[in-house]
């Protein structure tokens, strides 16, 4: 993810890098990678280094924007924004690919 329009998750922020974060599967299980961004990356409110190992509901901070993590899949943004909402979460942006 980053500001390049290259990038499978683009997000317009001046904050956050040309390519800033991956989230990639790895042997099954889903790690984020800050890709040596400027501003860096925050999951759970702690820096990334290295990768880390995503969990269900991980607060994934770049730049202005807070991405919450899941595996489940939603058909649709409303859907993504009403589960969240149900188990306590602010509303956010919800980013699909």
Not at 17 to 37: P, T
Not at 42 to 54: A, D, F, H, I
Request: proline content about 2%.
């Amino acid at each position: 993810m980053g500001r390049d329009e290259g990038c499978m998750a683009q997000i317009v922020d001046d904050q956050i890098s040309r390519k800033h974060a991956q989230i990639r599967c790895v042997a099954g299980r889903y790690v984020a990678l800050d890709m040596r961004s400027a501003n860096g990356t925050l999951v759970n409110g702690r820096p990334l280094t290295g990768e880390m190992q995503l969990s269900e509901g991980d607060e994934i901070a770049v730049g202005a924007s807070t991405l919450i993590f899941s595996e489940r899949i939603f058909p649709d943004r409303e859907s993504a924004l009403e589960h969240w909402r149900q188990r306590g979460e602010r509303g956010r942006s919800t980013l699909q690919s």
